[in-house]
C-alpha cells in the first residue's frame, strides 16, 4: 500500500497544488507560496553540487546574485523582455560558473569551500561597490514585472492580479528547471556526479575525468541558481548586493541539509520548511537566527538526513515485509 | 604621490588593523591546526569578548588599570564558554563530514550572535580607552595614538607567545603532536580529549582578547561577528590554515592592502583583498606560509 503510494506521480500533484494557492484568495499566501517556489530552485540547483556530487560550495549566493543582477539589469535598463532576460541570468551565472568552477574544481574539501566562497565575495565587492552599473550599497530598486498585457485579453485565464500573472510564471519556470535538473541527476552523467562523490579515486581509475565532471555539474548549478536569483530580483521588485552575501551561501546550505541532501525533492522541502517556519517564528520573537540555529543544532545531530531522509527511512520501515 | 607623512599614518592604521586580524585569526587557525575544524564561531566570540569588555567596564570603569582587567576577564568569560561548548557539543562533530562541521560552528553563531542582542539589545556600545594610553605620538609628521602603538606591540608579543608555547613546552607538544596524529597521541597515553578542550580555550581566549581590545577603538555592535570571521577566512588563507606565522603574515599583508587600497583605488579595496584570497588559493592553497595537509 505504501510502497505503491511512492509510485504516484507526486510532482505533479504539488505543482497541481501549488497553481491553485492564488484561488484562496489570499495575496499573502501568493507572495509566500512565490517565495517558496523560487527558493526551491535555488537549493535543489545546490544539492546538484553538495548532495550528488558532493562538492560543499560556501558562495552558490555569487550565482544566484549574477542571476538576479543580470536579469534585473537587462530587463530595468534596456527594456528586454522577460523571456530573454531570464535565460540571460542562467548563461551569465553559468559562464560565471565556468570561470569560478575551473579553479575551484581543482581543490578539494575545504579548500574547495574557501575559494567558493572567496569568489562569492568578490562577485559581492562588485555589486556593492559598482554604483554605475549595480546601484551600489542601495542596490538596484524597481524591477519591472514582466509583461502581462496580452493575458487578459485570452479566455478562462484573465482577470487575475500582476502579483498572481508572475506567480503563475515562476511556478512554470521553476517546474521546467525542476524537471530538467531532474533528467540531468538521473541521466548517466548524473550517475557519474554521484559516482564521484562516493569514491572519486576509483573513478579516476576506470577512466572518468573528474575535474571536467565536476565543472560541469558547478557550471550546471550556477546556472540553474542564476536562474533562480533572475525569478527572484524580480518578485522581490529589487536587486541588492546582500543576493551575493557568504551568509545568502550558508541560509541556502541549510535549507539544503534541512530537507534532506540525499534525495532529490529534499531540499526544496527544506525551502518549503524553512520559509513556513520563518514566517512563524518572526509573528512571535525577533530571535529568528537563534531558533534558526537551535533547529540546525537539533537536525545535526539527531536527524543528519534531513526531513526527506526521516521520512523515507520511516516509510522503510513501514514496509519492510515483515519476518516472523 | 601622497607625502611620506600621509604613508606613514596609512601604514600605521593598517598594521593596527592587521594586528587585531590576528589576534581572531591565531584563534582560528590553531583550531583547524589542531582540530580540523573550521569554527564560523570564531567570529562571534570575538563579538563577545568586546560585549563582555563592555560589561565588565560597565561595571568598574577604566581608571586605575581597571580597563585591563576588565579586558582580561572577558577574554576569560569567552574562553570558558568556549571550554563549555567544546566539551558538550564540538566534541561529537569530529567525525563526521565537514560540512556538517561547519553548519554546526554557523549554528553556534547564529545562536550566540542573537543571545548577545537579547542581552546588549542593537544599540552601539563603546567603551573609553584606557587613561594610560590616551595620549598620541607624533612620528614622522604623522600621529599615531599610544593605544594604536601599544597594539601593533602586543601582536608581536602575542605570536611570540603563542610561538613559545607550542614549540617550548610540554603542552605545546602535545598539541604538536595531536595535529599530525591524534590516535597515536592518544595510545601513548596522553589524553587528548582535555587536550582539545585545551586548545579550544585558548582559541577562544585569543578571540575574546581581540574583540575586548577593540572595544575602545570601534563601537561594538550586533553583525560585528558576520563581518569579521570573513576578514579572519581571508588572513588565515593567505597565511595558510594551521600555520602561527603564516596568520601573522596574512594579518599584516591583508592590513596593509586594505589601507593602502583604500588609498589608491578607493572603491576597490574590499574587491583587492578577496581577490588576493583566490589568487592565493589557486596558486599555493595551503597559503604562504603553510604546509599541504597530508
Not at chain 2, 209 to 217: D, E, F, K, N, T
Request: aromatic share 14%.
Amino acid at each position: 500500500m505504501i510502497a505503491r503510494l511512492g509510485r504516484l506521480p507526486w510532482g505533479l500533484f504539488v505543482l497541481i497544488a501549488a497553481f491553485c494557492v492564488p484561488a484562496m484568495g489570499s495575496r499573502f499566501y501568493t507572495f509566500l507560496a512565490n517565495d517558496i517556489v523560487i527558493w526551491a530552485l535555488f537549493a535543489t540547483s545546490l544539492n546538484l553540487l553538495v548532495g550528488v556530487t558532493g562538492l560543499v560550495s560556501f558562495g552558490h549566493a555569487a550565482y544566484f546574485g549574477i542571476g538576479a543582477y543580470a536579469t534585473g539589469l537587462l530587463m530595468k535598463k534596456l527594456s528586454v523582455p522577460f523571456l530573454l532576460a531570464f535565460p540571460a541570468a542562467g548563461v551569465l551565472a553559468g559562464a560565471a560558473a565556468l570561470a569560478f568552477g575551473f579553479f575551484c574544481v581543482r581543490l578539494t574539501r575545504i579548500y574547495f569551500a574557501m575559494l567558493t566562497l572567496a569568489f562569492a565575495q568578490i562577485v559581492w565587492a562588485i555589486c556593492f561597490k559598482w554604483n554605475e552599473v549595480t546601484g551600489g550599497e542601495q542596490g538596484m530598486p524597481e524591477i519591472p514585472y514582466p509583461s502581462f498585457d496580452w493575458i487578459p485579453a485570452l479566455p478562462v485565464v484573465g482577470g487575475w492580479r500582476t502579483a498572481e500573472y508572475f506567480y503563475f510564471l515562476t511556478l512554470l519556470m521553476v517546474a521546467l528547471c525542476l524537471w530538467a535538473l531532474r533528467r540531468i541527476v538521473g541521466s548517466p552523467f548524473g550517475r557519474m556526479l554521484t559516482t564521484i562523490r562516493e569514491n572519486p579515486e576509483r573513478a579516476e581509475f576506470i577512466g572518468v575525468n573528474v575535474r571536467r565532471y565536476e565543472l560541469a555539474a558547478f557550471v550546471l548549478a550556477g546556472a540553474f541558481a542564476g536562474m533562480a536569483g533572475g525569478l527572484f530580483g524580480i518578485f522581490n521588485r529589487g536587486v541588492f548586493p546582500d543576493f551575493a552575501y557568504w551568509t545568502k551561501s550558508s541560509e541556502v546550505l541549510i535549507m539544503t541539509l534541512l530537507g534532506g541532501m540525499g534525495t532529490f525533492y529534499g531540499p526544496a522541502i527544506g525551502a518549503l520548511v524553512l520559509i513556513l517556519l520563518n514566517q512563524q517564528i518572526v509573528a512571535y520573537t525577533e530571535y529568528w537566527p537563534f531558533v534558526l540555529g537551535t533547529v540546525l543544532v537539533v537536525l545535526l545531530f539527531a536527524f543528519p538526513g534531513g526531513i526527506a531522509g526521516a521520512i523515507g527511512a520511516m516509510a522503510r520501515r513501514l514496509t519492510r515485509p515483515r519476518r516472523a | 604621490m601622497p607625502d611620506l607623512s600621509f604613508v606613514f599614518a596609512q601604514s600605521v592604521s593598517g598594521l593596527t588593523a592587521a594586528m587585531f586580524l590576528f589576534l581572531i585569526a591565531s584563534g582560528l587557525s590553531l583550531i583547524f591546526g589542531v582540530l580540523r575544524v573550521l569554527n564560523f564561531a570564531h567570529g562571534t566570540f570575538y563579538m563577545l569578548g568586546a560585549y563582555a569588555a563592555y560589561q565588565f567596564v560597565q561595571w568598574t570603569g577604566v581608571g586605575g588599570g581597571m580597563f585591563w582587567v576588565a579586558a582580561l576577564g572577558a577574554a576569560g568569560a569567552v574562553a570558558l564558554l568556549g571550554g563549555i561548548v567544546e566539551r558538550l557539543l564540538f566534541r561529537h562533530l569530529y567525525a563526521k563530514e565537514e560540512l556538517y562541521q561547519l553548519l554546526f560552528t554557523y549554528a553556534l553563531a547564529l545562536i550566540l550572535s542573537d543571545a548577545a542582542k537579547m542581552i546588549w539589545g542593537t544599540q552601539q556600545k563603546s567603551v573609553s580607552r584606557p587613561p594610560e594610553l590616551t595620549g598620541a605620538l607624533s612620528l614622522f609628521g604623522a600621529t599615531v595614538p599610544h593605544y594604536n602603538l601599544f597594539i601593533i606591540l602586543l601582536g608581536p608579543a602575542i605570536a611570540l607567545t603563542v610561538w613559545f608555547v607550542l614549540q617550548r613546552t610540554r603542552v605545546g607538544r602535545f598539541i604538536r603532536a595531536a595535529a599530525l596524529d591524534r590516535e597515536t597521541l592518544g595510545a601513548l597515553g596522553v589524553n587528548v580529549d582535555a587536550l582539545y578542550t585545551w586548545v579550544f580555550v585558548i582559541a577562544s581566549f585569543l578571540g575574546g582578547l581581540g574583540g575586548a581590545l577593540i572595544s575602545p577603538m570601534r563601537a561594538t555592535v550586533p553583525g560585528m561577528d558576520t563581518e569579521v570571521i570573513v576578514e579572519a577566512f581571508v588572513v588565515v588563507v593567505i597565511g595558510g590554515l594551521g600555520s602561527l606565522w603564516g596568520t601573522f603574515l596574512g594579518a599584516v599583508i591583508y592590513g596593509q592592502v586594505l589601507s593602502f587600497g583604500i588609498l589608491f583605488f578607493p572603491r576597490f579595496s574590499i574587491f583587492a583583498v578577496f581577490a588576493l584570497m583566490a589568487g592565493v588559493l589557486i596558486v599555493r592553497p595551503w597559503g604562504l606560509a603553510g604546509r599541504p595537509l597530508k
